[in-house]
């Protein structure tokens, strides 16, 4: 039973249109982020959720807005699509947030903006 | 700011032979370290960390890391590397803020030969 899933593991789409990737953690934890991989294997952190709660919003375009019905749930919706959003992305999540605190990831949504 | 830095972008080794990928870093206050493996197509997975106490941190895999708060470095080890080892090898401190982003170094390319 995987800890972390995404869905989907592949996405393949046209500049200009909107999708959105799922990420679904069974593990009971309370934090749960996104992280993007350029294509230079570059990881830096998007967004993290809390309980539901926003916490950090690293300085991420408009276009990109996250979505956490409940927090077993953090949702990746990408409008207007550019070339640029091309890359990995990566859920992950941790029991508490802490400083300390292992953050087990997916497997990963290849996003390819064509 | 807290950064990691992984000065070697590959490192090479013999099966058999011991292994040190390096990582230096840079926070205030006392460092939450991380060391994750990336397999190709895959998900990061969690290998050791470091928070306090003993400065030999042992970790999966047969792994292990020596925290040297003089030198500012959390080097990956491994007595005898297999070559299953062969992945991409980050480094990471915990930042600061709430929800605890993880920032990462660029990453290691091991690769162990057979």
């Known amino acids: 039973d995987t800890a972390v899933s995404q869905t989907p593991k592949y996405l393949v789409t046209q500049m200009g249109n909107d999708k959105s990737i799922k990420c679904e953690q069974n593990l009971g934890h309370d934090t749960m982020y996104w992280y993007k991989q350029d294509s230079k294997k570059f990881l830096k952190i998007m967004f993290s959720y809390n309980n539901k709660e926003l916490i950090i919003n690293e300085t991420v375009p408009n276009r990109f807005s996250p979505k956490s019905p409940d927090k077993a749930h953090l949702n990746l919706h990408i409008n207007s699509l550019e070339l640029g959003d091309s890359a990995v992305y990566f859920c992950?999540?941790?029991?508490?947030?802490?400083?300390?605190?292992?953050?087990?990831f997916g497997a990963g949504t290849r996003l390819s903006v064509l | 700011a807290q950064s990691v830095a992984q000065p070697e972008d590959q490192v090479n080794v013999a099966e058999g032979n011991p292994l040190t990928v390096k990582c230096t870093y840079s926070v205030s206050g006392n460092p939450y370290l991380f060391w994750y493996v990336q397999y190709p197509n895959r998900g990061l997975q969690f290998l050791l960390k470091?928070?306090?106490?003993?400065?030999l941190v042992k970790g999966s895999y047969g792994f292990e890391a020596e925290f040297n708060k003089s030198q500012t470095s959390f080097h990956l080890k491994k007595p005898s590397a297999l070559v299953s080892d062969s992945a991409l090898y980050f480094c990471a401190v915990s930042g600061n803020q709430a929800g605890t982003a993880l920032i990462f170094g660029k990453g290691t390319t091991l690769s162990v030969s057979s």
């Open positions: 992950a999540s941790s029991q508490d947030g802490r400083r300390g605190d292992i953050q087990y």
């Open positions: 470091y928070i306090t106490g003993d400065n």
